[in-house]
């Protein structure tokens, strides 16, 4: 199969023809599989011809808020969270500003930014500091902006799982703020955390942040294709504006998608049931390959489905991935699709049986690969 070299988007170009994608042991996937169909309850003829906006867009803002703990007025349903962030980027960024990024990245993150013609400027997330960002790194990046200046990350980290605090989330957005800017912080994995507590939430935490949330990751509902603009205090008044960038690119999500999206989430035990599987079975074999795997550096991530381990002594991740799908029927992803050379990610949301397999076979083939020189 082809790696994909050349292309301007390689990892979301990899996501429909990977290496191993198809394989039986395959740890390259970054959220749930799709749930029993029982838990989206059965969609009638009213809601495959009914207008979005009729009733099933506000009723399932109006429920996203109440689990976010928002007016509804603060959230906005879009068309996955991909569409979040395009649309956030189309009021946001431009020429004249500059949007602060984290790196290793998911690609997005970078594309958007640069697509736009804004000044992009990177700060590096470090595997010897576990992952975190540093909010004076932030400041030195964000000073003399010509305009405004965003900064734009993930919380939970994709690719390496890592959260970010409130505190140190409030911090990056307080920066933002002095610059003038916005912190748009993609949070698609943070229902992943076993309780609500444990989310942290940027938009409730400073009035210039937006969180951008996604039924995928840990529902499993990616083909939904539903997202959400989640506002900070401060930019309700912005919500029109976002919303007709919204509307402009994409209309609304289709009708049945919506009010799926919506008994879903009025089905939570049955819908996270698969997760907390996952988090009780599976999950703990990937801690310990982390923790115990001769050659591999990693953080564990405090929760979710994905890490990213260094592999001691690999450059060519890319070369690496390839061998194991080949070789090993293993499929992972390269560290090179995310700027992270050397590193693998490495996802967990599979049954217990196939990822302690799966985790014997990544062991196995690292080995086999370093043998040979790789």
Known sequence: MSD?????????????????????????????????????????????????????????EARLAELLGLARERVIVTVGASAAMHIAALRLFRPGTRVVVETPACEPLHALASHFGADLRPVARRLAQGWTIDPDEVRAALASASGPAHVFLSNPHDPSGTVLDAERVGAIAREAGRAGGVLLCNEAAMECAPTVQQRVHACRLAPNAISIGSLSQAYGLGALRIGWLALGAGLERERDHFVDMGRLAYREPATPALVAGRRALERLPALLAPLRRIEALSRPHLVRWLSETAGVEATVPPFGLVAFPRITGVRDTRALARHLAAEFAVGVVPGELFDGPGHLRVGCGVPEATLVEGLVRLGDGIRAFMERGG
């Open 4 to 60: 994909h070299d050349g292309l301007r988007l390689p990892y979301l170009a990899w996501t429909h023809d990977p290496p191993g994608g198809a394989a039986p042991y395959c740890l390259a996937q970054s959220a749930m599989p799709a749930p029993a169909a029982e838990v989206l309850g059965g969609l009638e003829a009213a809601d495959l011809v009914a207008p979005p906006g009729a009733d099933a867009l506000p009723r399932l």
